[in-house]
């Protein structure tokens, strides 16, 4: 089992949909979640960063902890074509540098 | 957000040549930094830590004698990809870690060998 689990896609939605992205994790001492926005031939990009359970948001995008059932999200709304990309999540134990990713999921908006 | 360079973007060479690749921190230190590569359509897979002042660390698999690696200074390491074939070819990505566990990626390096 990998420690971190996404659904690769591709994903494809409607411009102005609202996105969901998810990953669950199998090790309950991932203290620090991120998502990573990569567009093609491009390094990634942090989006968003958060360290406890709950929501977290940050103008479109809304990131989402559930520690307790390890499952974290990525809302994304009124999507827009610009949003095409490869997002992937990550995260990492407490004190730790090493991030432990997701497979990505590849989104594409449909203008 | 910090700001991490990479040098070249992208670079093709022949078979049996050794390719450097610069990694910098722009706007702040890194006493560690983290090399990746990723083949298309996957994602990233974490080939070695950089320290600076000591040696790397690599991950299981990873030929150390074939990716060198030198973290010159606190914002500079460097990768090696030494007598390079064509598997070898493949984006590679470094990043650096800024604050409190949050990581910063470069723009990406894309090899290609003949």
């Known amino acids: 089992q990998k420690e971190v689990e996404q659904d690769p896609g591709p994903l494809s939605v409607p411009e102005g949909a609202i996105v969901s992205l998810n990953c669950t994790y199998s090790?309950?001492?991932?203290?620090?979640f991120m998502w990573y926005r990569q567009y093609s031939r491009k390094g990634p990009e942090l989006l968003m960063y958060t360290y406890s359970s709950g929501n977290k948001e940050d103008g479109r995008f809304t990131a989402q902890v559930d520690k307790s059932s390890k499952y974290i999200s990525l809302f994304i709304r009124d999507s827009q074509p610009s949003d095409s990309a490869t997002y992937l999540c990550a995260t990492v134990f407490q004190g730790a540098q090493k991030l432990v990713f997701g497979q990505g999921t590849r989104l594409t908006i449909n203008p | 957000g910090a700001v991490v360079s990479q040098h070249p973007s992208r670079v093709i060479c022949k078979s049996g040549t050794s390719v450097k690749i610069e990694c910098r921190s722009l706007?702040?230190?890194?006493?560690?930094m983290f090399w990746y590569r990723q083949f298309p359509k996957q994602s990233l897979m974490l080939m070695a830590t950089?320290?600076?002042?000591?040696?790397?660390?690599?991950e299981q698999g990873v030929e150390k004698d074939k990716f060198l690696i030198n973290h010159a200074s606190l914002t500079l390491s460097t990768l090696t990809v030494t007598s390079a074939h064509p598997e070898d070819s493949s984006f590679y990505i470094c990043?650096?870690?800024?604050?409190?566990?949050?990581?910063?990626f470069g723009p990406g390096t894309r090899l290609t060998v003949l």
């Open positions: 090790n309950s001492a991932f203290q620090y």
């Open positions: 950089s320290n600076e002042g000591s040696k790397a660390t690599y």
């Open positions: 706007d702040f230190q890194a006493t560690t």
């Open positions: 990043s650096a870690p800024s604050g409190k566990d949050t990581q910063y």
